[in-house]
Structures are given as structure tokens and as C-alpha cells.
């Protein structure tokens, strides 16, 4: 079975670029000819057109073994689904009655984990069972990630009423540090939300209670103006991985900075876009120092 997974978009523009080229490369001969010997011009001519004419074969011998590609991605997505369908409809029927949403869910997960390598999940109750689980499977691991230093994405501050659900966080990370694990995170935060001294006391808050006080390596970065409509879009700008054991997540967010989904994947494509993404942001990040004012940090920033 095929994991290829194939893209049209990619497929056609690939190919025009490909006749273009030559098209382009062909034309330019041409003329550097014609400008030698004018003679030449039949000849020349006959030649490009039979060049033009081979430059279109091997182009369509190309897209031929690129359409066999997305007849192979589409026949074992439908075999898969096939297969998955013929499991489910061994359950009893109103048994499958009763568990109708759950079933459909889980088989779209089975799809996604085998053809793609990545979960996607909605749910922060199954996010904090996998975000426990993954730091007591993968001890002594190094996790490098992105994040918001806000309330509303996911984070409390000192004062903020306790909970289970970051109870849950900050137990699992304080263990995992303690055991020899390493977190380093790179926050974003937006220039404009520090005017505000309650927001700027919050920030502070959530980098020095939540992160560095359990043994997180915190460094911060201006926010990206595009964030929020190209996260997890044209971009994964919100991610946690380990390079080590290729493995991560992509966060999703509304346009309020709420946490609206999680991606996990063991997919090395991915696992490189987190990579080259941090390389990027190391260029103008600046490591959180205690005591430090965050404007003052930004500033000296490029």
C-alpha cells in the first residue's frame, strides 16, 4: 500500500513550470542564432520545433508516472477505507447504533494515522492524557516548542485559582524535568499587548510560574503578524517536538488565541517544518532572563 500522499497542486504547477522553462530556454536559442546567420532560419526552426516537440514527451512521461502516483494514493485511500468499513460493519447494529459518532471518529483517526503518520484531535481531556503520556514514554528526551505566554491560549499565572487540568500540566513537567528531560520553548508575544501593564503582568506571570520555575529554558520572540491566519494553514507556528524520537504536535488557534485542536505526528516532513522554523526564529529571539522587563527584551530585537 502507497503512504504517498499527492498533491495537485503541486503536480500541475510543477509540470507548467517544466514546459515553460524549456519553452523559454528554446526561444532564447532562437534568437541568439538568428542574430549569427539568418540563413540558418529554416533549419533553425525545424530544430526547435522538433526539440519543442521531444521537451512536451519527456514533460508527458513525466506527468504519466505523476498521475500513477495519484492513482495509487487514491486506490489504497479507498482499499483503506474499505478495509476499516468491513471491521465496523462486523459490529452488532445497534450497538453501532449507540457509538455512531465515536466509530466514525476513530476510523477517521485510523486513516490519518496510517496514511499521513499524524492524529488530529479536538478534545484538551484527550491533549493532556497524550501531553502526560508522551513525557513518561519518552524520558530524558529533549522537546523544543513554540507558544503564547496567555490565559486564553493554555497557560495560568501566580494568583490564577488552581485546576486539574493544569495541575496535570505542571505535575508532568515538573516530573519530566526533574527526571533528566529538557524543555526549551520560544514564546511569541505581541508588542502591542505590553502598553498594557495587567497584560505585561500576566506575561511576566506565566513565563516566570508556569515555565521557568519548572525548570523550562524560556526564550521570547515577537509574535508573527500572520499567526493566527496561517497557523496550521501555510504554517505551523505553534508546535512541540522532539527531533530525537520524531515526534511532535501542532497546535490550532481561533482568532482569540483559544486553543481549538492539536495535530500529533510522527511525520519527518513535519518534524523538519518544526526544525527550520526554530532556525528561523533563533535569529531574533532573546533568552528570558528573571527580573528582566519584557519590553526591554523585545526592543533590542531586530
Same mark, same amino acid.
Given at each position: 500500500m502507497s503512504n504517498t500522499k499527492f498533491n495537485l497542486d503541486k503536480f500541475l504547477r510543477e509540470h507548467a513550470m517544466h514546459i515553460a522553462t524549456g519553452t523559454t530556454i528554446l526561444i532564447i536559442i532562437?534568437?541568439?542564432?538568428?542574430?549569427k546567420d539568418v540563413d540558418n532560419y529554416k533549419l533553425v526552426v525545424d530544430l526547435m520545433v522538433y526539440a519543442l516537440i521531444?521537451? &512536451?514527451?519527456?514533460?508527458?512521461?513525466?506527468?504519466?508516472k505523476d498521475v500513477d502516483t495519484m492513482k495509487d494514493w487514491a486506490n489504497s485511500k479507498n482499499n483503506l477505507e474499505?478495509?476499516?468499513?468491513?471491521?465496523?460493519?462486523?459490529?452488532?447494529?445497534?450497538?453501532?447504533?449507540?457509538?455512531? !459518532?465515536?466509530?466514525?471518529?476513530?476510523?477517521?483517526?485510523? &486513516?490519518?494515522? &496510517?496514511?499521513?503518520?499524524?492524529?488530529?484531535?479536538? !478534545?484538551?481531556?484527550?491533549?493532556?492524557?497524550a501531553y502526560k503520556t508522551i513525557f513518561e514514554l519518552f524520558p530524558k528526551t529533549t522537546f523544543i516548542g513554540t507558544s503564547l505566554p496567555y490565559k486564553s491560549y493554555f497557560w495560568t499565572a501566580k494568583g490564577d485559582l488552581p485546576d486539574i487540568e493544569h495541575d496535570t500540566i505542571e505535575n508532568a513537567t515538573r516530573s519530566f524535568i526533574t527526571n533528566g528531560g529538557k524543555i526549551t520553548r520560544y514564546f511569541y508575544i505581541d508588542g502591542n499587548l505590553l502598553s498594557d501593564s495587567a497584560n505585561s503582568k500576566h506575561i511576566h506571570s506565566v513565563l516566570e510560574y508556569q515555565q521557568v520555575a519548572l525548570g523550562v529554558d524560556v526564550h521570547v520572540t515577537r509574535q508573527p503578524n500572520d499567526l493566527i491566519a496561517s497557523n496550521g494553514k501555510e504554517k505551523d507556528y505553534l508546535f512541540f517536538y522532539s527531533e530525537e524520537?520524531?515526534?511532535?504536535?501542532?497546535?490550532?488557534i481561533n482568532d482569540e488565541y483559544k486553543l481549538t485542536g492539536f495535530t500529533f505526528t510522527k511525520n519527518k516532513k513535519r518534524i523538519q517544518k518544526y526544525k527550520s522554523t526554530i532556525e528561523s526564529i533563533k535569529v531574533h529571539e532573546r533568552k528570558w532572563e528573571t527580573g528582566k522587563k519584557l519590553v526591554d527584551v523585545l526592543s533590542i530585537q531586530v
Open positions: 532562437i534568437f541568439r542564432v538568428l542574430g521531444a521537451e &512536451i514527451a519527456i514533460t508527458i512521461f513525466w506527468m504519466k474499505n478495509e476499516i468499513d468491513n471491521i465496523l460493519n462486523r459490529i452488532d447494529p445497534d450497538f453501532k447504533k449507540l457509538l455512531n !459518532s465515536n466509530l466514525t471518529k476513530e476510523k477517521n483517526y485510523l &486513516i490519518e494515522a &496510517i496514511q499521513e503518520n499524524e492524529i488530529t484531535i479536538y !478534545s484538551r481531556e484527550e491533549f493532556l492524557n524520537m520524531n515526534l511532535g504536535w501542532t497546535a490550532y
